[in-house]
């Protein structure tokens, strides 16, 4: 009973923070904007086990574009689909060029990564077993509204709007 509470909760809070059709090309129009916006988060979710594979080199491109226009523009990104498994440290030799990826979105581009610490446990899995580098957001559509209040924009990536 509590498993399907929870499921319901999460669903209804992604349904309340994802607006209608917005996606990864919500990117051109943050740089026409004339000033800056407070930050970008980046919201990943996809039903691809190997989405990551696919999503770093995007969002690469998609911060350098932002940076260029915006230079010093805080980028979140908050993963919380089947990809963010990709992120486990169990997976790190597997997914090398994910992992390597996001390390150099962090060190080098001062990203924050995060995933979801609810959808983890649904598959058995804890804050530990991410490594040090990625983030744990006890739930990643709260994190992601706790960016929308601070002003952020919201850029979605996902299996249906790319």
């Known amino acids: ?18 607006p209608a059709g917005v ?21 990943i979710i996809t ?13 690469e491109r998609m911060v350098q574009q932002l940076r ?7 980028v979140a990104i908050v993963s919380h689909g089947a990809e963010m498994f990709a992120m486990l440290e169990n997976e790190s030799k597997n997914y ?8 150099s979105l962090m060190k080098d581009n001062n990203v924050e990564l995060y995933v979801c610490g609810t959808y983890a446990g649904w ?5 530990d077993d991410f490594p040090s580098y990625v983030n744990v957001a006890a739930v990643a559509p709260a994190q ?4 929308l209040d601070l002003g952020y ?4 990536i996902g299996d249906e709007n790319d």
């Open 153 to 156: 924009e919201l850029i979605v």
């Open 144 to 147: 992601i509204n706790d960016y």
């Open 23 to 43: 996606s990864a090309s919500q990117v051109k129009p943050i740089l026409e904007l004339e000033k800056p916006p407070e930050g970008v988060v980046i919201e």
């Open 96 to 103: 090398s060029e994910v992992h390597q990826g996001v390390q």
């Open 1 to 18: 009973m509590a498993y399907k509470f929870s499921s319901v909760f999460c669903l209804l809070a992604c349904l309340l923070v994802l």
């Open 68 to 74: 260029q226009r915006f230079p010093g523009l805080d």
């Open 123 to 127: 598959q058995g899995h804890e804050e």
């Open 47 to 59: 039903d691809d086990e190997d989405g990551m594979e696919w999503v770093v080199p995007k969002v």
